[in-house]
């Protein structure tokens, strides 16, 4: 008797789209052997199985019986039922396979198969004395016992030096031969600065893997690339470095883990007395050399008995799987732009089969995944649909809240850059930490730091300016990075300290921190257990960030998921239905850990793995899946989630003549690609769900208001409202230039400093003039930017500076034709106001940067200096239309002239306004007027004042953006749905006359 959990699927019609949609759990589990999460219930049946073979090894004793299996049935049933027929008991009723130890292609394999086992004994009536299962990287580990010598147990854990170990060896060694052995290494143009001498000895250590696994050492890499007419002299520097990391390790009381594997071998005994190999498609030289050892060898083959000839005698695939056609249904084939799209093919799968078979269970449907990167879409697209996915892999620990807050807080403390900083502090549990430590409750660190940012362009913390910022903002940063710096020196000190500080971050609000921070602590030991002699000066916090970068937290699986696994693991799953993300070259067959040291040509003749080899494997594998699996998909992706261009899998294209011609047309086409296409995004219902946001009775009372102000609500009173009133505003954290309105704000401290303070204010030497001022703003360039400025900044600056000596020739020429400095840096009265009849009136502010007068004619000039090139005249900066006698559109210099007439002689007083530019062609600096009549001066003031009566109405309707930036964008939903400037003013005007 069998019950099993039964898990559903259920899709309903809808008018816009089939919507996958769960159920409860129908039958709860009152089986032992019911507890196979994830496993279709296959029953018991009848499977075929085929002896093959039994042969006795040449290099030993060694006898391989080789059995096929009905690729047609779930490899764990079919192999469970061959394992349990050849296990052995003394015992009527007892099916013993303790003394067995078996090898899977990995962990998840395992615990299928030993549910099948308990399954196929239970239903023929047997006890199971439950067998051994080791992965097949953990064979050596598992096959032997441990071998004691005088030296110790050296199969003990910590006594072989972990891969961090060795990479920190070879670090050290490489620098120690930095101008001598290791020195070839450095790439071209490149400084040999820690983190390349880091990649070097990362990537050297994985190229010794490679080879150990092999059996093979750098010398043999150099004798075969020598005898290919290649050039093997870096490897040769590679085989007498290795020596030196040896030594090293050895003093630190390590191994080196192909010296363990060798005295293993050589002197170890068998921990049990027989070994099945079960879907083991790829084996190293090194993994065959253990399997030899065992006196009996079951190897389970996962494939059809006629292609026999493409297994070799321990059941991996050989080469003859590279020159063999697959059958693959064309109709399963389909191909989609992005991998979002790839996501989106998957749950079209899922909603097809649950449409023919509506009673569908979740386990009868797997995602495989050629690319783990697929994972992160996929789970985005699930949940759009309503769908449970559960990644068996995990979710990579630095992809977490916690981790990526550390991996945040590893880049600021190497670099102690302003956009690390900021990255950091803008982790909502750093900012927290920071409140808290600072008793910020009034201050935002954030803010603190983009308006520090915005204003100074710092290009580190070391050059934060020490004035010209408003406010508190720089000592708010200042205080903010002090904390932040003490929180990462308790985080990079001993076990304590460090505990300590990872528990602060789950205080301050971290989601599911708990496992993140149990993982990232055991990272941190395992720094701490790395010899000193090996650690020397690196740093905590980066060796452990390291450590973590491999690590996935397990994902607890849902009740009614639908399991998302890798490519490889598709070899043992039962479900019936499966689909296939990214196969794509690179992804299935994975391109691997290639380097340019060992060319794939000579990978093959030592023995290494190659591209060839997995190739070989997964055409295998794909054959086993296309027989086995009832409805199959596979999901090519054109371009990667950055757009870079992405091929068809090899294994796609195993078909010939007019076939393949067809298939490649059709996986070229992009007009038969999903794409863009989301139809299990949740529609909107033609109207946000977001309010704009309407003016409120304070906005008509605002009691004074900017010169430049009503530029804005000329263009638009609704955005005038959003910045000006509710003091709104874009705020740039990635600047890395100076903003085109900031460009001027040195030259007019350079200028404030030359009218008051100069004394050259009546100079009419043009040399001397342009000595003070060129001094003044260099001066002033490093308050505001600091003495470092980034390079562009630099440019800018330095762009900037070159306008004066310009503006000094006009100023001596200027002030020899009669004309004094009046005034700079000065207000409009406080008095002045534009009143409109039974309103009250409306103060108006504004700054003028200088006045000048000339004595003999009683003249004066009201000047704003201008730094810009666009060439525009102050009447067309101010007026449209041909000659700027159009409407008015800005109103600074009426206004000011209006502002300016009581304190400069009344309505008589000779007065005219203008710029003083200050423009890149030195021919055009100087002063321009903009000849403004008395007429257009009482024109504008008609226009303020219709402004003035519009605010106090409250009258704040959606006008059109200055420029093509647009802050508000976003606010006043200018891009939703598609509408046009009527139809969101329409809205509006709607929502202010009280519709919800």
């Not at 300290?497 to 395992?526: H, P, Q, R, V, Y």
């Not at 999901?635 to 195993?654: A, H, I, K, N, Y």
Request: glycine share 8%.
């Amino acid at each position: 008797m069998r019950c099993h959990r039964k898990r559903h699927l259920i899709v309903e019609e809808t008018t816009a789209r089939r919507r996958i949609l769960s159920s409860a759990v129908l039958c709860a589990p009152v089986d032992v052997l019911a507890i196979a999460v994830g496993i279709a219930d296959v029953g018991s049946g009848n499977g075929r199985v085929h002896d093959v073979t039994t042969a006795k090894n040449h290099a030993g004793d060694c006898s391989v019986t080789r059995r096929f299996v009905d690729t047609r049935r779930p490899m764990a049933q079919e192999a469970a039922r061959l394992l349990i027929e050849h296990s052995h008991s003394d015992v009527p009723g007892i099916a013993d396979l303790s003394r067995w130890l078996i090898v899977v292609p990995g962990s998840r394999a395992g615990r299928l198969l030993m549910h099948a086992i308990l399954r196929e004994a239970a239903g023929r009536g047997l006890a199971c004395e439950v067998p051994t299962f080791a992965t097949i990287g953990r064979l050596l580990e598992r096959a032997f016992a441990p071998l004691a010598t005088a030296e110790g147990n050296l199969a003990a854990r910590l006594e072989i030096a972990s891969p961090l170990e060795r990479t920190l060896a070879w670090e050290a060694v490489l620098q120690e031969h930095a101008a001598g052995q290791a020195a070839p290494f450095v790439p071209r143009g490149h400084v040999a600065d820690p983190a390349l001498w880091r990649r070097l000895a990362r990537g050297i250590a994985r190229l010794e893997d490679d080879l150990d696994a092999a059996g093979r050492t750098f010398a043999d890499a150099a004798r075969s690339v020598e005898t290919m007419q290649g050039d093997p002299t870096r490897l040769l520097a590679l085989e007498a470095l290795s020596a030196e990391v040896a030594v090293r390790l050895d003093a630190a009381g390590l191994i080196l883990p192909r010296k363990a594997r060798e005295r293993i071998l050589a002197k170890a005994t068998l921990a049990f007395e027989s070994l099945a190999l079960v879907g083991t498609l790829d084996l190293a030289p090194m993994q065959r050399c253990a399997i030899r050892r065992f006196p009996s060898v079951l190897a389970i083959v996962a494939g059809r008995e006629e292609l026999a000839d493409r297994f070799d005698e321990l059941g991996a695939a050989n080469d003859r799987w590279n020159e063999s056609e697959i059958d693959i249904p064309e109709e399963s084939i389909v191909t989609a732009e992005s991998p979002r799209d790839a996501a989106e093919s998957a749950l079209n799968f899922i909603a097809d089969r649950v449409a023919v078979q509506p009673e569908l269970a979740c386990d009868e449907i797997t995602i495989g995944l050629g690319d783990a990167e697929s994972a992160a879409e996929l789970a985005l697209a699930a949940r759009d649909a309503g769908v449970d996915v559960h990644a068996a892999a995990g979710e990579p620990l630095l992809a977490s809240p916690v981790g990526r807050v550390l991996t945040d807080a590893a880049a600021y403390r190497a670099s102690r850059s302003v956009e690390d900083l900021a990255a950091l502090i803008r982790r909502p549990p750093v900012e927290l930490l920071v409140r808290g430590d600072l008793d910020l409750d009034s201050a935002d660190p954030i803010a603190a730091l983009d308006a520090v940012r915005m204003a100074c362009l710092p290009s580190s913390l070391d050059s934060l300016p020490d004035s010209d910022v408003p406010g508190d903002d720089l000592d708010i940063v200042r205080r903010s990075i002090a904390s932040i710096d003490r929180w990462l020196g308790r985080l990079a000190s001993g076990a304590e300290a460090t505990e300590a500080a990872l528990g602060e971050l789950t205080k301050a609000g971290a989601k599911g921190g708990d496992a993140a921070i149990e993982a990232i602590a055991t990272a941190l030991a395992g720094v701490d257990a790395v010899h000193p002699t090996l650690r020397g000066s690196a740093d905590r916090l980066e060796l452990a960030m390291e450590l973590a970068d491999g690590i996935r937290l397990p994902v607890e699986p849902r009740e009614r998921a639908v399991e998302a696994i890798g490519w490889l693991e598709l070899l043992f799953e039962p479900a019936p239905h499966v689909v296939v993300l990214g196969m794509n070259e690179g992804l299935v067959p994975g391109g691997g850990g290639q380097d340019g040291l060992v060319p794939e040509s000579v990978r093959e003749l030592l023995g290494m793995t190659t591209r060839r080899g997995r190739a070989a494997r997964d055409a295998a594998l794909l054959d086993v899946l296309v027989a086995r699996s009832r409805s199959l998909q596979f999901v090519v992706m054109r371009r990667t989630e950055e757009g870079d261009p992405l091929t068809p899998s090899r294994l796609l294209l195993r078909c010939r003549g007019q076939a393949l011609a067809r298939r490649v047309e059709r996986l070229a086409d992009p007009a038969q690609a999903l794409s863009g296409k989301r139809a299990w995004r949740p529609r909107a219902d033609g109207r946000s769900g977001f309010v704009v946001p309407a003016p409120g009775e304070e906005a008509r009372e605002i009691a004074s208001m900017g010169v430049t102000a009503f530029r804005d609500f000329l263009a638009c009173p609704m955005r005038f409202w959003l910045g000006r009133i509710e003091r709104l505003e874009a705020v740039e954290d990635d600047l890395d230039e100076i903003a085109v309105p900031d460009l001027g704000t040195v030259v007019h401290a350079t200028m404030r400093w030359f009218a008051q303070e100069s004394g050259l204010a009546a100079c009419t030497d043009a040399d001397a003039i342009a000595l003070a001022i060129d001094r003044a703003f260099v001066a002033r360039a490093r308050e505001t930017y600091g003495a470092k400025p980034l390079p562009a900044v630099r440019l800018q600056l330095d762009i900037m500076r070159r306008r004066l000596e310009p503006f000094a020739r006009w100023q001596a020429r200027h002030a020899a034709d009669g004309w004094t400095i009046h005034s700079s840096e000065i207000w409009l009265p406080k008095t002045f106001a534009i009143s409109p009849k039974g309103l009250t009136p409306m103060h108006i502010r504004g700054q003028i940067d200088r006045i000048d007068h000339h004595a003999a004619t009683k003249r004066y000039r009201i000047i704003d200096y201008k730094t810009g090139d666009a060439g525009k005249s102050p009447r067309e900066a101010h007026r449209r239309g041909k000659n700027g006698t159009g409407e008015w559109f800005d109103l600074q210099l009426p206004l000011y002239l209006l502002g300016m007439r009581s304190m400069l002689g009344g309505v008589d007083a000779k007065i005219e306004t203008g710029y003083v530019r200050l423009p890149s062609d030195p021919s055009r600096c100087g002063w321009v007027s903009a000849g403004f009549s008395n007429e257009e001066i009482d024109e504008a003031k008609a226009v303020a004042t219709a402004v003035v009566e519009r605010i106090r109405s409250g009258e704040f309707t959606l006008g059109d953006p200055i420029g093509w930036d647009d802050p508000f964008e976003g606010i006043l939903q200018r891009q939703v749905f598609g509408g046009d400037d009527g139809s969101r003013r329409e809205m509006v005007e709607a929502r202010e006359g009280g519709e919800s």
